[in-house]
């Protein structure tokens, strides 16, 4: 990986944390418990780790305030663990860097205004008018529409597209095969069709899809312009791969939604709204400020700011893990029905 | 947007509507009620957003023939005020039109043939045998493999992919990173594996995927080949981003698949079909012309026309409500026959 | 399609049938059951398609051992009469051979290694320092970053993309669009965010996606990238379109995962593993070797090798099954226990 090589007081300081152990270790890479040696920094919290943990050659593991420790083993306290981890990794795998210019075989329209410090790879495209920040890459296949505009410092993987009119902010990631801007499905149902039958009218969708700063955006994910007004996910939220955002969705600032979530049209995330895997999100709804989603449930009804809801429907977590657990039961119970009523058949035979 | 200007009485025209207030007014886009202006036409029909309706400063909006509106309020009365609205935004929007010609970055084989009329935009590939016809944009990055065919009127979004032999019918929209002929997931298990042990024998796709005329695809949406014979997406049906239609699938004329949906190999969808989000339908089936299936639901068995049908395993909406309301109150069941059980102790007890 | 030709002996020596009926039967090619004619193979094992198998004009049919026909149909008996018709197709579809050499409108970083034998079609990319193998087939728009390594014998559909310094096995299968090396989606909270405020800290996703030998990874589908150590398909898996498999995830050799299937970062499915299609698997599980999930299940917890489990939260098949017979009860059992509270009250008035 990197030549960098820190000790691991050079990296407490860094980010924020406290030695125990050898201040003086030489640390020159990170790796996860079981593969890391004697240059690495490991990281533990997951108790599911634990043995691994004890029994990895890392140089230092990152840990929690509170952890046990065997003596001996090098440590990075910190406040939060994974946090000083993640930014000591940072300092061994730095995001790529742009290498200024525009390569022969991209295409820049004439009207287009790419920033000198961007890189601007073979095969992307840059359409009329659209503009490109400083220090920003487009890797090969990417395409910019007609006065798309992405900010500085931005990374659009390979085959990431960003259609017309369509504004990305600073230090956005788009990861391979994501689109912004695509038509949202919006169709007004023709019964005449002039003349020619029944048909779909596609309802234009002249507006666009707006990310804020910060944004991260997966592998062939989908954000929707809107059909009139703006499609908008928020300053620093994370939406993972294959998600769909629909047309005039928001997005709130740093929620998280993970693989394969959909949400439907005009519903409005508030902000740090976290939805697990294959949440279903139907259109048109408010979900408040802080809400969480468990993984695959079918959200139909606005939520509450700072609630926790599961299931299909979804409902109040709480609400929903006693509907579970009872649901479990649901055969035992119709035997115990079953029993009764013979109970009371005898009962009413009784003289 | 565009320049175009109408007045409220000629659009009224144009779309088959009927002005009230001033004919007069001039109209120079569409916008949604809350952000129109003097010179937008705007469109209300969800009671969830009346409060809009009262405040908006549209020059004009579209409203069904027994909306009530605050007097002074300019009209445009439609039997269905959301389809002259998409007309009326049809106008002020207009879909792309190719500048005709071939791109110098572009490639064309030899052997394809391409409209004069058509315009193929920088690193789009036109393969050995390929067609494409008057009027169709390729953007960048699309793909159409050898012998593949698109008709006339078509938009193909950037890094669109039609594979070898697969057939777009006329006003075909395939929206960004759209697949049409990927291999169908087709495998015979095979233990012997030629002594190498066991394997999974690729079966060959060798159908093809035949979209007709005025099909919409999705972002990122897949519709696999035929293993033989032809996966077939009809006349007008739209899918939205993301969906997964497998090899044989077909999907009737004028249907609907919203995102994210998932329909198994060989099944066969009537006409006007209309899925909800995230569904999904096992191989093999029969769907019935203008069943509709709620978001999520879980499709296992054949339907019968023109039936509703929700949850999983999906079955008709009346019964997934009714059973839907009586497993919310399993908790109170159980607490029920726990009272009950003692009550007949206490009467078994009883002399 | 292909101008070869066999006899129905011949085909039957080479696939390891046996003929019953005319072996001299010159066949030409494979086509489905209603559509074949007399030069066709066909195949019948699904008894949904009996009538069509009754009724079929095909020259010949394979079937398995026991199957009953009408006397004169020629028939090609097997041990497995799918597997020995997916090979006799192979003969009529033999896959895409490459046309060595690199095409001038292709990218080929001067220190890419890219064999004699191998094809690189228009406009595909290869980065520094990748290499792509023997009679290996890149179709326009593919990316590969630097480093990147592709085996012998893969053909990778246009616009799939293979990030930095991940690695594809021999006879690796990519469907278009399909990203392997995205990005794993881990963050870690930064309530500080160095004074600036909440943020999610991107955690360098540095690990690589590896893709063993004889995988086939779908449209569009997703492999991230290891956080640290790599996310693994093993040999032989076949995963369909866009399905996620998220950061560090290990598939297990032979398995299979149906579209739009989600596993959750660093879950470890086993050997011969089946997930049918929207199946969601949380992350950090262990599944073991030859477990089959239904479709749409959501799968929360570790699974002992050869089971068969199903629903949300998933549970063993047959758990599943009798409790989804009894909630389909709970209606009527809502009735039964209240016409008993009715009876005990009466029972409790009687003197």
Known sequence: MSPAAYTLAELAARVGGRVEGDGGARIESVAPLEAAGPADLSFFS????RAAFEATRAGAVAVGPGEAAAPGRNLLRAADPYLAFAKVSALFHPPPAAVPGVAPAAFVHASARVHPS??????????????????????PGVYLGPGAAVGSDCVLHANAVVREACRLGDRVILQPGCVVGSDGFG??????????????????????????????????????RGTLGDTVVGRGAKVDNLVQIAHNVGVGPLSILVAQVGV??????????????QVGIIGHLHIGDGVKFGAQSGVTSDVPAGEAWSGTPARPHAVWLREEVALRRVPELLREVRRLRKEIEALKGKP
Do not use: W
């Not at 439907?264 to 895997?277: F, I």
């Open 46 to 49: 997951n108790p599911r780790y």
């Open 118 to 139: 961007a890189e601007v790879m073979p095969f992307a495209y840059v359409g009329a008018g659209a503009a490109v920040g400083a220090r920003t890459i487009l890797f």
């Open 187 to 224: 169709y007004a149902f023709d019964a005449e069709g002039e003349g020619a039958g029944p048909r779909h009218y596609k309802v234009p969708q002249a507006g666009r899809a707006l990310v804020e700063d910060d944004v991260e955006l997966g592998a062939n994910a989908c954000v929707d």
């Open 264 to 277: 439907a049209g005009s519903t409005k995330l508030g902000a740090g709204v976290v939805a697990g895997g």
